[in-house]
C-alpha cells in the first residue's frame, strides 16, 4: 500500500508540475480572444482532467501491481481467473465516463458554433439569411479568400457576392476588426484546400475551392491575433499566415475609409496609365 501511496504522489506532483504549462497553452487550446475559442478550450480542459484522474489510476495501479506481484523466487504466480464484479465495475464507469463527456459536450456545443450579438457600442453591421447569425441578426461580415499562399479580405455585407468588387475595401494578410462586434467570416478558397485558423479567436475551417464554409468571432479586446493556413496547400504553405488586428470601432472605421481610399486612388492610377497606354498605341 505504502508503494501505491508513493505512486499516486508523484504522479499528482507530475500533474501540478504540469498544471503551469497547461495554463501557458502548451498542453490546451490557445483562448482569451473571443467566446467560442474560450469555450473550446474550457470544453478541452473538462476532458484532460478527466482523463489526467483515470491515467493516475490506472497507471499508478498498474505500476503498484507491477511492483507488489513482481517475479519471486519460490512461489509460483496465482492463477486468475477474472472478477466479475470488477470487470462489470470498470465497463460501466468507463461508459459513464463517456455519457458524462457527451453531455457535457452537446451542453457547449452552441456556444461554440452560433455566435452571440454584439455588444451595444458596435455600429456598421448588416444582417443576412444565408450565414450564420447572432439572435438579432446584426453583424459585420468579412470575406476571407484562401489562395496560394495569402489571404485576402473583403469587408462588407455584399462581399459575398462580389469579393472581387474593387469598390468593397480590401487587405491581404492581416484582417482589421472592431472590437466587441460579432465578425462573420465567409470563407472560400480560388485554387486549393485552405484551412483558416487564429487560435485565439476560435476553431479551424476549411477553405474549399466550390464551397463556401462559415466560421464568427467577437473579439473580446484590442489586439494582433496570429494564425496560420492550417491545411497543407502546397510549397510555400508554411509562410501563409493570417493576422487579425482588433481595434477600437472609431479607429477601425478610420481605416476602413483610408483603406477605400488608397484602394481607388490605385485605381484610378491604372485607369490613367491604361488610358495612356492605349493612346499611345501600346495596350
Ligand atoms: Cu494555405
Known sequence: MMAFAVVLGA??????????????????????????????????????????????????????????????????????????????????A??????????????????????????????????????????NGKKLTVCVTGRQFIWMYSYGATCNKHRFDAKLPYSYQQMVVPEHTTVVLVIQSIDVIHSWWVPSLGGKVDAVPGYTTYTWFKALHTGLFHGQCAQLCGRQHAFMTAQVKVV????????????????????????????????????
Do not use: C
Open 11 to 92: 504522479s499528482l506532483a507530475i500533474s501540478l508540475v504540469l498544471a503551469p504549462v497547461a495554463s501557458a497553452n502548451f498542453l490546451v487550446p490557445k483562448s482569451g480572444g473571443s467566446p467560442n475559442a474560450n469555450q473550446i478550450s474550457s470544453l478541452y480542459k473538462i476532458i484532460l482532467y478527466m482523463a489526467a484522474v483515470v491515467f493516475v489510476i490506472v497507471e499508478g495501479a498498474l505500476v503498484y501491481s507491477v511492483y507488489k506481484y513482481r517475479a519471486k523466487k519460490v512461489k509460483h504466480a496465482a492463477q486468475i481467473h477474472g472478477n466479475t464484479p470488477l470487470e462489470v465495475g470498470w465497463t460501466v
Open 94 to 135: 468507463a461508459a459513464l465516463i463517456l455519457v458524462a463527456i457527451t453531455v457535457v459536450t452537446f451542453i457547449k456545443l452552441p456556444s461554440i458554433i452560433n455566435p452571440p450579438d454584439s455588444s451595444a457600442n458596435s455600429s456598421f453591421l448588416s444582417a443576412s439569411l444565408n450565414e450564420p447569425s447572432p439572435p
Open 248 to 283: 477600437p470601432p472609431a479607429q477601425y472605421r478610420t481605416w476602413l475609409k483610408q483603406q477605400g481610399d488608397a484602394i481607388n486612388s490605385a485605381n484610378d492610377q491604372v485607369g490613367k496609365l491604361r488610358q495612356q497606354l492605349t493612346n499611345e498605341g501600346q495596350l
